[in-house]
């Protein structure tokens, strides 16, 4: 069966330092793979998703992820985080029924 | 443009009791698809609807059912309630013809069952 995992459940970050968050799937064709972050009590946002080409995947929010099959990972990488991308995120993989990771929960600290 | 829209925001109910869950998705998506999050964990997928049908379900019991209007919008059923369906309920709106390139979802529906 197909499996998301995120191995973090919880990261804290200094305001400005660079933010690396961890996915890994397990699937053996080409993944359909998204990141998504939720605000407390709010639904879930879209912020970069993966279906083929380019490796390196740009999002919103100045997020980016890259896609590496040899190592089955999908990890979420942002340079100079804000107290503002204090949320949870989730790794997803799927087509038509997205399965979810766990999150991460990424606190930001002063 | 209106995003997806869920109501109720809240819910409390009885265990033993009905709840129906209502979801109006984005402008010009068709298709409509309902998770369940658990508190502190990821979304799981229940099911699907598109054309009115169900076209993919997750590993939910029968007390689980839905239904899509032909304006597009959904309701979940829930039926026989145990205090393990509290959880928020997200409904995720998107096209069919391209169904991974954008869901959209909604705020979600909180449902405590006591």
């Known amino acids: 069966a197909q499996s998301v995992t995120q191995p973090d459940i919880h990261i804290t970050v200094s305001e400005g330092a660079s933010l690396e968050l961890r996915c890994n799937y397990s699937?053996?064709?080409?993944?359909?793979l998204f990141w998504y972050v939720q605000s407390p009590g709010q639904g879930l946002q879209l912020l970069l998703k993966?279906?083929?080409?380019?490796?390196l995947v740009q999002g919103i929010k100045g997020f980016e992820a890259e896609f590496k099959r040899s190592q089955s990972s999908f990890n979420l990488r942002k340079p100079s985080v804000h107290w503002s991308d204090a949320a949870e995120y989730f790794c997803?993989?799927?087509?038509?029924?997205?399965?979810f990771g766990a999150g991460t929960q990424v606190v930001v600290t002063p | 443009d209106a995003g997806v829209t869920q109501s109720p925001t809240h819910l409390i109910k009885t265990r033993g009791q009905q709840v129906t869950l209502r979801c109006s998705p984005k402008?010009?998506?068709?298709?409509v698809s309902w998770y369940q999050q658990a508190l502190g964990q990821g979304p799981q997928f229940i099911f699907q609807?598109?054309?009115?049908?169900?076209?993919q379900r997750g590993n939910f019991p029968d007390r689980f059912s839905g239904h899509q209007f032909p304006n597009y919008s959904s309701e979940l059923n829930v039926n026989a309630l145990l205090l393990g369906d509290s959880a928020l309920y997200l409904c995720?709106?998107?096209?069919?013809?391209?169904?991974?390139?954008?869901?959209?979802f909604g705020s979600g529906t909180r449902l405590t069952v006591v």
């Open positions: 402008s010009g998506h068709d298709t």
């Open positions: 699937y053996g064709a080409t993944p359909y």
């Open positions: 609807y598109y054309e009115e049908e169900e076209r």
């Open positions: 995720a709106s998107s096209r069919w013809s391209s169904a991974n390139y954008g869901y959209t």
């Open positions: 997803a993989e799927g087509w038509g029924k997205l399965q």
């Open positions: 993966y279906f083929s080409g380019d490796t």
